[in-house]
């Protein structure tokens, strides 16, 4: 039951981290692209890449299962956006907006990979690092 509990407190700093994100992103740059979702999500893509290495079995960062699961289930779930990214496609391509909807799912799938990719090799060079 505990487990349930951090990953509810997690998910809910998550959710509002994510809140907070998009909206400094949609103040930035307008909102006639969904940017303030896509920035949460490589944000989210390299954190939960970057965890999953650095707090793995070979990793640096000793941490155990509750917190992975606070981490990555809860604070990476709640940040993340993959619901409001779909729902947002759906809005652009109902509208007509079929490039910036292919634009969307292209850039939102192309870099999360990327920046997860970039998060497991961030963790993976801090693990291989020698310290003094």
Known sequence: MTAYLWIAIGSALGG?????CSGVVARLVGETFPWGTLTVNVVGSF???FFAVISGPDGRLLV???????????????YTTFSSFSIQTLELM??????????NV???VVLC????????AAATAVNTMRWV
């Open 113 to 120: 990979l990327v920046a997860v990719w970039a998060g497991a």
């Open 16 to 20: 509002m981290a994510r809140f907070w």
């Open 94 to 103: 109902r509208d007509g907006q079929w490039l910036q909807a292919g634009g």
């Open 64 to 78: 155990g299962t509750p917190v992975r699961q606070f981490v990555m289930i809860g604070l990476c779930g709640g």
């Open 106 to 108: 292209v850039l939102s």
């Open 47 to 49: 954190i939960i890449g």
